[in-house]
Each structure stands twice: as structure tokens, then as C-alpha cells.
């Protein structure tokens, strides 16, 4: 008996999140020329200053050295605590600069020192800490948009949705072009199920920032759930255009042209995907799907091989590889197939089993 071949075309959202210590820095301003007032204190305000200039000039141990004289000559320099925990990130000693901004924090609370921790526990993987900082951010700060967007994105994580729009919408409020907000606020309505605010925001991020590749594969996606094939491809060949090597773009344009019944296309795409990342099991399922639909069993069944040769684990693999012996005429090793798919969680491969013996 042929059967409709089942297709696991993935296509996957992408959020916007990327950590980039220096640029964040950055935008802050937070590298400053010290003022200080107290008496005695010049000494201190020369050896800072001069840690600063190495430091832009990412000179960081240099810098680490003449922050440590600031901090000798005025224990209480918060500024240079604060700037050596940078300079300390620099330079990878994660520890030294925790220790740092604590110290920067006890001396006196700021917001800029707060959102610095808070974004060093995040690429720590201290998600809860990482949350009460920009919290902390907030509340010596209540515009800081760049605080409420993170927290939005560690919302965003725990599948916390609601609370994740509610913070996406005030960093919007505080920064009107925040195309990372607009992006990460569809994805969130997405998984409310709000489909068209989620498209609404995908296209404002894409208009804002045309060159965030993710966000128009992201506004490919919404489409697809609508239906809308041909604006799909669209946004994931805009996708492409941008990032050249954006297998995933590659993958969903694949699977949005096996939904518009260009099978032949649909493999150029997950055959470019493998060219970008051989290992994505994905691709090479969704290829097997495509080449079905072309009649190549016997291609369909080595590309659910090599998936489950990368992935023993992958049961949809397991399930095309069975509908494809099984047109190939390999009944015995299609129902060790189908078998092996439910046995994994493909839950769809029970329906096939019950014509194996």
C-alpha cells in the first residue's frame, strides 16, 4: 500500500538575543573621564584616567594596572572598581569582574553597574540573578530600554509570554526604533498565539533593520502559518540575501516550497542548507520528504539514514525511512522503522504499524 509520506518540514523562530560585552558597554557610555572632588584624590583620578585610555585602546592588562593604583590610593572609587570589572570581563577573568561590579554596587548602587552584572550573570547562565539585576537596572533607571528588553528576553525564555510583551512594549516606549524589541515581541506574541501581531511586528523590525536576517526569516515563518507560500519564500530568500550562509533560512524556504508543491526547489534548498551545516538532521529529513514527492525513494531513504546516523534519537527520520522502504518494497525494514519511530515518540508512525505483521 503507498501512503502519504509524512514531512517534518521544521521551521524554527529565531530571537534576537546576542551578547556582545564590548558593544554593550558601549552604548552605555560608560567609559568616563573621572571628576573627583575629594582632597588628595588627583593621584587617583590620573592613574584612572589613564585606565580608561588603555582600555579603549584594548589594553587591558594595562588598564587592570593602573585601575588597581586608582583603587590603592581610594578605596571607595566605585568608578574604578566598576571600569576594572570591565576590563577584567575583557580579559576573561569572569570571577575578578563579579567581584568587581559587587564591589562597585556596594559602594554605591547604579544603574549602570547593575545592568554590567546583570548581563555578566546572564552569559553565566545565571538567568535568576541576571532578571533581578535589570530589575535593579530599572528601578534607578525607569527608561532604560535596553534593561527591559533582556528582562523581556529572559522572560521570553522561561515561556513567561505575557510578561515578556508587557516588558518588549516598554522598551519599545523608550526606544521607538528598537528593531531587537520589535522582533522578539512578535516571537512572544507568536507563542501567545496573537499570528498577526506577530507578523505586524516581524515587519516593523524588518522595516526598521532590514539587515537582521533573522527577523525576515522569522516574518517567513508567520507567513507560512498562513498559508501565504509565496510571501514566505520571499522573506527567506530576504533572509538569505543578508546572511549568505543562513542554513536555516535555507531549510524554511525549502519546506515553504514543498508547501507550494515545488519539490525540485524545495531540494536545491536542503541540499544548500547541508552545504552550510552537514549535520542538520532537519535538512536532511525535510530533503527525504521532498525527494518522496519527486518518487526518489531510494534517495528519501539515504537521507533518513544519514539523519538517524546523526542522530539515533530522531524518530521522524526513523518514520520517512520507513515509508520509503516500504515503496523500495522493504516491508521487513519498514515496520522495524515504523516500530522504532514509536518507540522514540512519533506518535504519527503507530497508523503505519498496523498493516506490519
Known amino acids: 500500500m503507498i ?16 551578547f556582545n ?18 582632597d588628595g584624590s588627583q593621584d587617583a583620578e590620573k592613574a584612572f584616567n589613564a585606565g580608561v585610555s588603555f582600555f579603549n585602546d584594548k589594553k587591558y592588562p594595562e588598564a587592570i594596572a593602573e585601575f588597581d593604583k586608582a583603587i590603592q590610593l581610594k578605596p571607595t572609587f566605585d568608578k574604578a572598581y566598576f571600569q576594572r570589572g570591565h576590563a577584567r570581563q575583557e580579559s576573561k577573568d569572569i570571577d575578578g569582574a563579579l567581584a568587581d561590579y559587587n564591589s562597585a554596587i556596594g559602594i554605591s548602587q547604579q544603574s549602570e553597574y547593575f545592568f554590567s552584572r546583570a548581563q555578566l550573570k546572564y552569559a553565566q547562565k545565571d538567568i535568576e540573578g541576571a532578571k533581578e539585576d535589570y530589575t535593579q537596572t ?34 519599545i516606549k523608550f526606544k521607538s526604533d528598537y528593531a531587537y524589541a520589535f522582533n522578539d515581541r512578535g516571537s512572544a506574541k507568536l507563542k501567545s498565539g496573537d499570528l498577526d501581531g506577530a507578523i505586524a511586528d516581524y515587519k516593523k523590525a524588518v522595516q526598521l533593520q532590514p539587515d537582521l536576517a533573522f527577523a525576515h526569516n522569522n516574518l517567513g515563518s508567520a507567513l507560512r502559518k498562513k498559508n501565504d507560500f509565496k510571501g514566505a519564500i520571499d522573506c527567506y530568500t530576504a533572509a538569505i ?9 535555507y531549510n524554511n524556504r525549502g519546506s515553504a516550497k514543498v508547501d507550494a508543491g515545488d519539490y525540485k526547489g524545495a531540494v ?18 525535510n530533503r527525504a520528504s521532498a525527494k518522496y514527492k519527486l518518487k526518489d525513494y531510494k534517495g528519501a531513504e539515504e537521507d533518513c539514514s544519514q539523519a538517524i546516523k546523526i542522530d539515533p534519537s530522531y524518530g521522524y527520520a526513523y518514520l520517512n525511512r520507513g515509508i520509503a522502504r516500504e515503496l523500495l518494497r522493504n516491508e521487513i525494514g519498514a515496520c522495524e522503522d515504523w516500530n ?18
Request: proline share 0%; glycine share 2%; charged share 25%.
Open 340 to 357: 522504532k519511530a514509536v518507540e522514540l515518540g512519533a506518535e504519527s508512525a503507530k497508523s503505519y504499524i498496523v498493516n506490519c505483521q
Open 21 to 38: 560585552s564590548t558593544e554593550l558597554f558601549a552604548q552605555q557610555d560608560s567609559i568616563v573621564q573621572a571628576k573627583i572632588l575629594d
Open 3 to 18: 501512503r502519504k509520506t509524512t514531512e517534518k518540514c521544521v521551521y524554527l523562530f529565531v530571537i534576537a538575543l546576542a
Open 138 to 171: 530599572l528601578t534607578f533607571d525607569t527608561g532604560n530600554a535596553q534593561a527591559y528588553y533582556y528582562r523581556g528576553v529572559i522572560n521570553f525564555e522561561k515561556e513567561e509570554f505575557k510578561s515578556a510583551i508587557s516588558d518588549f512594549n516598554d522598551a
Open 241 to 249: 540575501k543578508v546572511k549568505q550562509d543562513y542554513f536555516l533560512a
Open 268 to 285: 536545491e534548498d536542503f541540499t544548500k542548507a547541508l552545504q552550510y551545516k552537514a549535520d542538520y538532521t532537519f535538512a536532511l529529513n
